[in-house]
């Protein structure tokens, strides 16, 4: 599996920017994976951003971010995106997707959290936010 996020760019304080993160596999594939985004600020620790489920229904969210930041996917695109409004200067970090299978257990936050989790990462897409 191949991901390919993008979206990335520059945008002032209390702005919005979309994420995509695209797999390269079909729909029947890519629903076997639940799908993380994670950032990545320097000097910092990677740090999960949202989750959501296989079929969609479930999305969870880092504190820092919910209420702010949306997840959803469309899995006959095989494509997941992260709607980021509110956009904090703190917010500014390269973001990953990534799916992990994680052994076909029902989705479960405690889990979803946890980058060892995930089995494939796209490359990366930069997100810079001016004060």
């Known amino acids: 599996v191949q991901l390919q996020a993008s979206g990335g760019g520059m945008v002032q304080a209390g702005g919005s920017l979309r994420l995509s993160c695209a797999a390269s596999?079909?729909?029947?594939?890519?629903?076997?994976?639940?799908i993380g985004w994670f950032r990545q600020a320097p000097g910092k620790e990677r740090e999960v951003v949202a989750a959501v489920s296989r079929g969609g229904a479930s999305t969870d969210y880092a504190p820092s971010v919910k209420g702010r930041f949306t997840i959803a996917r469309e899995n006959a695109k095989s494509t997941v995106y992260l709607q980021m409004n509110s956009l904090k200067p703190d917010d500014a970090a390269e973001y990953y997707c990534?799916?992990?299978?994680?052994?076909?257990?029902?989705?479960?936050?405690?889990?979803?959290?946890?980058?060892?989790?995930?089995?494939?990462w796209g490359q990366g897409t930069l997100v810079t936010v001016s004060s």
């Open positions: 596999v079909p729909t029947i594939v890519f629903t076997r994976y639940i």
């Open positions: 990534a799916a992990g299978r994680f052994s076909g257990r029902y989705y479960d936050w405690n889990l979803a959290q946890l980058a060892s989790g995930y089995d494939y």
